[in-house]
Nanobody
Framework: QVQLVESGGGLVQSGGSLRLSCAAS????????MSWYRQAPGKKRELVAR???????DYSDSVYGRFTISRDNGQNLMYLQMRNLKPEDTAVYYC??????????????WGQGTLVTVSP
């Protein structure tokens, strides 16, 4: 049973930094990719950053250059270092894991989310 638990959210002033963590209950080496998503009030959930099992990363345009995703395979942890935070970064941040099980299908798991609030 895969469980993902986020931590590190909180209240920060604009321009500040936070680091989110995602702890997995299983070895993260089994996942083809892990990602951070976020959902702001009244908006759809959106992809923030993704890291593959090979360490390849990609970011949404809105966070590129400010956020850094990383993973610690030995500790089964994934991180999101967020710098120069803006009020528009306010959202619930979710950890996601994905494993391709066939050509057509994949298995995904989600954490419960951690709230990040950026004050002006």
């Amino acid at each position: 049973q895969v469980q993902l638990v986020e931590s590190g959210g909180g209240l920060v002033q604009s321009g500040g930094s936070l680091r989110l963590s995602c702890a997995a209950s299983v070895s993260i080496n089994r996942f083809d990719s892990m990602s951070w998503y976020r959902q702001a009030p009244g908006k759809k959930r959106e992809l923030v950053a993704r890291i593959t099992s090979g360490g390849i990363t990609d970011y949404s345009d809105s966070v590129y250059g400010r956020f850094t995703i990383s993973r610690d395979n030995g500790q089964n942890l994934m991180y999101l270092q967020m710098r120069n935070l803006k009020p528009e970064d306010t959202a619930v941040y979710y950890c996601n894991s994905k494993r391709q099980v066939s050509i057509e299908g994949s298995v995904e798991h989600w954490g419960q989310g951690t709230l990040v609030t950026v004050s002006p």
